[in-house]
């Protein structure tokens, strides 16, 4: 349920991509964060999960923490994500599957369904990570409803991210990142 894909493993200062789509769904210690990612870049951090840990099943813990929304992944219609099973606590039979992984010295890809994970809300819900080494990570997202849908892309981040238009930018000292995101749909 997890892929790493990394610049140079002997790098101490390589770019990291970290994929979760786990078939363990949010149970227990995971969270409703099926298709996420974090970005990790020259010692720093660049996409991040938000929020913290307080207590087991505090209103933080609840309605943030564990939410989809708090992670880099897709929400829709105002935050709306994967579940948590009836009782809110996580549930394993939401959740995902990594189908495809392909690594090479160019580049590397990564495919996850979490289709389940959002417990019928959703027909399709498939994200294609595409790592070209040394720093450019390429996200398609395959998204579908039988009702229409109000899609958000997340994305979180150690410092506020600059926006224009459809661009974002991010500097964290020498470090950058930047996206954009191209999408036939205006979101």
Request: aromatic residues 10%; contains cysteine.
């Amino acid at each position: 349920g997890w892929a790493a894909l990394h610049s140079a493993m002997a790098d101490r200062s390589r770019v990291s991509i970290f994929f979760k789509s786990s078939p363990f769904g949010s149970l227990n210690h995971s969270h409703a964060d099926q298709n996420s990612f974090v970005v990790y870049a020259h010692g720093k951090v660049l996409a991040m999960d938000s929020g913290y840990y307080d207590a087991y099943n505090t209103p933080h813990w609840r309605d943030w923490y564990k939410q989809t929304r708090a992670h880099n992944a897709v929400t829709f219609d105002g935050g709306k994500g994967q579940t948590l099973g009836a009782d809110g606590l996580g549930s394993k039979l939401h959740g995902g599957n990594i189908t495809k992984f392909v690594t090479s010295a160019e580049y590397d890809l990564v495919v996850g369904d979490a289709t389940a994970a959002y417990g019928g809300q959703l027909t399709t819900a498939k994200r294609t990570l595409i790592y070209l080494k040394p720093a450019t990570l390429l996200i398609i997202d395959q998204l579908a409803s039988t009702q229409p849908r109000r899609w958000e892309w997340n994305l979180h981040t150690a410092a506020p991210l600059l926006s224009v238009g459809q661009n974002y930018q991010l500097s964290l000292g020498d470090v950058e990142m930047c996206a954009q995101i191209a999408s036939a749909h205006t979101l």
